[in-house]
């Protein structure tokens, strides 16, 4: 089992940045990948950005790259968010999430077992 809590989310203006944690525990936490995934109001749940368990490997969705940096800290097991240039359309409940197995060069939710409770991101002037 492993549990993972979000933190770090909050109101932003335009151009701001924010950095996102995630607190992973368990036996096995260190064995995971972790992926960010976010949930618009109304729209469907999209993947973000991913890290392989040793904190290579990252991912970026094509609406993120160059904005968004992922990492993570094994020692803690932490991992993190880095979000700058943000705008309007990062507004969103941001998970993290994690899995044993993932696709590099895709987010796939099914891959992740176990899911954080979420953090909100608004963007807005």
């Known amino acids: 089992q492993v549990q993972l809590v979000e933190s770090g989310g909050g109101l932003v203006q335009p151009g701001g940045s924010l950095t996102l944690s995630c607190a992973a525990s368990?036996?096995?936490?260190?064995?995971?990948?972790i992926g960010w995934f976010r949930q618009a109001p109304g729209k469907e749940r999209e993947g973000v950005s991913s890290?392989?368990?040793?904190?290579?490997?990252?991912y970026y969705a094509d609406a993120v790259k160059g904005r968004f940096t992922i990492s993570r800290d094994s020692a803690k097991n932490m991992a993190y968010l880095q979000m700058n240039s943000l705008k309007p359309e990062d507004t969103a409940v941001y998970y993290c999430?994690?899995?044993?197995?993932?696709?590099?060069?895709?987010?796939?939710?099914?891959?992740?077992?176990?899911w954080g409770q979420g953090t909100q991101v608004t963007v807005s002037a």
């Open positions: 890290i392989s368990a040793s904190g290579d490997l990252p």
């Open positions: 368990g036996r096995t936490a260190d064995s995971h990948a």
């Open positions: 999430a994690a899995a044993l197995i993932r696709t590099i060069d895709k987010m796939l939710d099914y891959e992740y077992e176990y």
